[in-house]
Nanobody, 126 residues
């Protein structure tokens, strides 16, 4: 069964850091671009960051550039999101996702991803 499991969420004060992990199983995720999305209460799910299958191409939404870093360890079949200088507006449920097509560039559109994790809550207090 194809599965993505996120971990590492929690509650921190503004300016703090968290590292999210996304462990994959069920198919060769090392061949697929991976992304992180988030959804705040009352808002639509939004793109945060994505990484190519090789790790050579990274893309970020403007609001997290310089603060968040996406990476992957294909040997461990795990994708990470290092979040520094967190702000209250970063509060959301964070989801990782695998793109439907292997060996492609990462994309911002949620519709390009066909496997999703269950999400992990990140709460940043001021």
């Amino acid at each position: 069964q194809v599965q993505l499991v996120e971990s590492g969420g929690g509650s921190v004060q503004a300016g703090g850091s968290l590292r999210l992990s996304c462990a994959a199983s069920g198919r060769p995720f090392s061949n697929y671009p991976m992304g992180w999305f988030r959804q705040a209460p009352g808002k639509e799910r939004e793109f945060v960051a994505a990484i190519s299958w090789s790790g050579g191409t990274l893309i970020y939404t403007d609001s997290v550039k310089g603060r968040f870093t996406i990476s992957r360890d294909n040997a461990k079949i795990t994708v990470y999101l290092q979040m520094n200088s967190l702000k209250p507006e970063d509060t959301a449920v964070y989801y990782c996702a695998a793109r439907a097509q292997a060996f492609r560039l990462p994309r911002e559109e949620a519709s390009e991803y066909n496997v999703w994790g269950q999400g992990t809550q990140v709460t940043v207090s001021s």
